[in-house]
């Protein structure tokens, strides 16, 4: 996040380098990259890996007789409601991260163009909230949700309601309000930089040029900031798929997702190689989209390229 907001703090103009000035000697390179390729075998590609094997064990502990089957895969697709519950919380991280960037593109607009002297108290106080225990703002949006909640009290003094009850508490709603607030800060940073980085001279010649308003932010802006919308949908779309923690806390039983049956087979049932092949659908499911969108970056920066 420091990087986002160095980015945005300090917008840095759009310059080319040449061949000598970027060129770094291979020994100086390899000596930099190699440390983070070991840390990523180690603690990335090899856990996951043994969390593959894993899916082809009839149990979890016992190592040394290994009993290679196809059972949970068997299971898996005989049991529809895993398809269910995958594909809820596919749709709840969507939402999620729809709404996620759809909110936080105003305020990302409002500190890249608008904030002037002010934008560094803005983005300290977008990015405050995010320093905080993630769990007491999930917490914090329970007690608002409850029976004796901010939401309650405001409806009850009202009218519209004749006794103190949870609103929306324990309902998938619930869970997406509170993981658009939770993300909203991450998912503004990177649009703010996306959004700094496009030429001022581009929206001050469509307005010499008797472009609207609404034109130039439709044709220029919103096209040149998609890279940073991308992002931001990413960054909440691929921890949303995955939590348990707030669907646990105010979702209940409706609001249940991958994540909670995980942890779950893993911690309750103890079915690790099911809790495992459960894992494995959840990150294939992720790497489908980046994939699209790796290969849509590749295909604009040829363009980009062919237009140069």
Known sequence: MSDYVNQVT???????????ESAIPRSLLGSLIGPTWIWLVLFMLLPMLLMFLMTFRTEAFNWREWEFTFENYRKFIETPSYHRLLLRSVWMAFVVAALSVVAAYPVAYVVAFQAGRWRNLMIML??????????????????????????????????IIDEAAPILLYTPTAVIITLVYVWLPFAALP?????NQIEPNLLEAASDLGAKPYATFLRITLPLSMPGVIAAFLFVFIPTLGEYVTPALVGGPEGVMIGNIIWDQFSRALNWPMGALLSMAMLLIVLIPAGFISLYSKISRERAGNYD
């Open 10 to 20: 300090h917008p840095v103009t759009n310059s080319r380098t040449t061949n000598k």
């Open 126 to 159: 977008l990015i405050v909230p995010a320093m905080s225990s993630f769990l007491l703002r999930v917490l914090a949006w329970r007690i608002i949700l409850g029976s004796s909640g901010l939401l309650s009290t405001v409806l009850l003094g009202l009218g």
């Open 191 to 195: 649009i703010a930089v996306a959004l």
